[in-house]
């Protein structure tokens, strides 16, 4: 039986365990200029001391008004990949791969001057409300994430992944709410997100794989559901996605009805129909803190990886803890041996 301590293997990419700790924004970037930085260094290589199999780096944006805040990672430009490939290098050395989250914040770019996005539809009364691109425009944003994929290749990545999911930009083309266009991407809501992927593609190694994050569900009134979500999938799925990383939430403010759980595992069954829709391996998401409860989503065959978020933010020596509570066998780091003696 797989548990969270077996290893993983897609395509090149070998894991040796099940666990991942979720793309998680710093905003440390105090220059502005989307280089990381020795805080961003030592967040992530302190988790790969800590033991996580997989870590993948945060939202990280292909222009820079496609950032959440100033404050934010960027790969926009060559002069970004020197940092990045530092982490990626110490990060393998202590046994982690690692993956980097390729993003634009469209309409929830809240430092732009005037925000993008597919049409004129501010996030809320508290945000800026966005110009709509010209189709032009959204071409060259494909072009945009294109070379995004191909500085994050030569910074030594293992993994990338598409953010499609938490109301940026690529969740904003493929939601009904958030589309009103009348070309060609208003008329086929998955074609950003397709062409996109298929740049990325392109720009990869074979054996490389290509993971996407979704939102598996809105939270607000008319919003899209699992239903909708699976047939989205297909798409991308055909398009190249190999694995898909699955989260709900952030189109829009939540309606008290659609409210999201704030229980445990609340995202799995999500990430449960999509594998079992798809046939597609599956990351789950959220509130799995507890090392007995995504050791079950693993072993119940719920999701292939699991991602843990807040847990790593508390303890980046999680799943060294896991590994002890679990009774699992694990590498520990030779200087910390006496602190995880059973």
């Known amino acids: 039986m797989e548990h969270l301590f077996s290893p993983y293997k897609i395509k090149g990419l070998e894991l040796k365990n099940r666990i991942m700790m979720s793309p998680m924004c710093q905003y440390s970037v105090e220059n502005k200029d989307g280089i990381a930085t020795d805080w961003h260094y030592l967040h992530y290589v302190s988790r790969a001391i800590g033991g996580a199999g997989f870590i993948m780096i945060e939202m990280t944006d292909v222009e820079p008004d496609g950032r959440i805040s100033d404050l934010d990672l960027g790969l926009w430009s060559d002069e970004q990949i020197p940092a990045l490939a530092r982490i990626v290098e110490v990060c393998h050395r202590y046994g982690a791969k690692v993956g980097i989250q390729i993003a634009h914040a469209g309409r929830k770019a809240e430092d732009a001057a005037v925000p993008v996005a597919p049409s004129a539809i501010p996030f809320d009364e508290n945000y800026k409300t966005p110009r709509a691109l010209s189709t032009d425009e959204v071409k060259e944003l494909v ?200």
Do not use: C
């Open 143 to 342: 072009e945009k994430f294109r070379k995004a994929v191909n500085r994050a290749v030569r910074a030594g990545f293992d993994v990338i992944e598409i953010h499609g999911a938490h109301g940026y930009l690529i969740h904003q083309f493929h939601s009904p709410l958030t589309n009103k266009r009348d070309d060609e991407y208003g008329k086929d809501l998955t074609k950003f997100g397709r062409e996109i992927i298929e740049a990325a593609k392109a720009e990869m190694p074979e054996d490389m794989p290509l993971m996407m994050r979704i939102s598996a569900k809105e939270y607000v009134e008319g919003g899209y559901g699992i239903n909708e979500s699976i047939e989205f999938a297909k798409e991308y799925q055909e398009a190249g996605v190999d694995i898909f990383d699955i989260s709900s939430g952030g189109e829009g403010p939540i309606a008290a009805w659609g409210r999201p759980g704030t229980h445990a595992a609340y995202q799995v069954p999500l990430a449960r129909e999509i594998k079992k829709a798809l046939n597609v391996p599956v990351i789950a998401v959220g509130r799995l803190d507890d090392p007995t409860l995504a050791n079950a989503v693993i072993g119940n065959e719920e999701a292939d990886l699991v991602a843990v978020g807040r847990g790593m933010l508390r303890n980046p020596y999680w799943t060294l803890e896991a590994s002890l509570k679990l009774r699992k066998e694990t590498e520990v780091p030779k200087q910390y041996l006496d602190g995880f003696k059973r």
